[in-house]
């Protein structure tokens, strides 16, 4: 999944030693956690708002493919691209890599669909989100 284009985000994260299991590595859900913060930040950026009730959309599906082991203090970057935009739903690809080797350490895609949490529905991709997507495409 490698992509040949610039990423719309990137995130750092420090390796604590709360991350990490028993086998002294990060768990597999905490990979996913810095995914979502990187995801989060990304689209409270581009919708102008703050909180949870600013991204206006759920999280419908993830994939991911975990290449390599990071430990206590490695320094770990996110970076997300858009790979496709739908009527209600769009897919982000991810990398994370480790910074300074730059040894890719996990690839993902998530599928997410934009919601009116008051109505309990999927609605269209909001207008200011689709641009933000299409133009990192």
């Given at each position: 999944?490698?992509?040949d284009r610039p990423p719309?985000?990137?995130?750092?994260?420090?390796?604590?030693?709360?991350?990490?299991?028993g086998l002294g590595h990060?768990?597999?859900?905490?990979?996913?956690?810095?995914?979502?913060?990187?995801?989060?930040?990304?689209?409270?950026?581009?919708?102008?708002?703050?909180?949870?009730?600013?991204?206006?959309?759920?999280?419908?599906?993830?994939?991911?493919?975990?290449?390599?082991?990071?430990?206590?203090?490695?320094?770990?970057?996110?970076?997300?691209?858009?790979?496709?935009?739908?009527?209600?739903?769009?897919?982000?690809?991810?990398?994370?890599?480790?910074?300074?080797?730059?040894?890719?350490?996990?690839?993902?895609?998530?599928?997410?669909?934009?919601?009116?949490?008051?109505?309990?529905?999927?609605?269209?991709?909001?207008?200011?989100?689709?641009?933000?997507?299409?133009?990192?495409?």
């Amino acid at each position: 999944m490698p992509y040949d284009r610039p990423p719309v985000h990137r995130k750092r994260f420090e390796v604590s030693i709360r991350d990490c299991d028993g086998l002294g590595h990060v768990n597999h859900v905490v990979y996913l956690t810095y995914l979502e913060m990187a995801r989060a930040e990304w689209a409270l950026a581009v919708r102008g708002t703050k909180g949870h009730a600013g991204l206006g959309f759920i999280f419908a599906r993830i994939e991911a493919d975990y290449r390599a082991e990071a430990t206590f203090g490695d320094v770990l970057e996110v970076s997300i691209w858009p790979v496709r935009v739908g009527t209600k739903s769009w897919t982000l690809g991810y990398e994370i890599r480790r910074v300074g080797s730059e040894e890719l350490v996990l690839e993902a895609q998530t599928v997410l669909v934009s919601y009116d949490f008051e109505a309990g529905t999927s609605i269209p991709v909001q207008p200011e989100l689709r641009a933000a997507l299409e133009a990192g495409r």
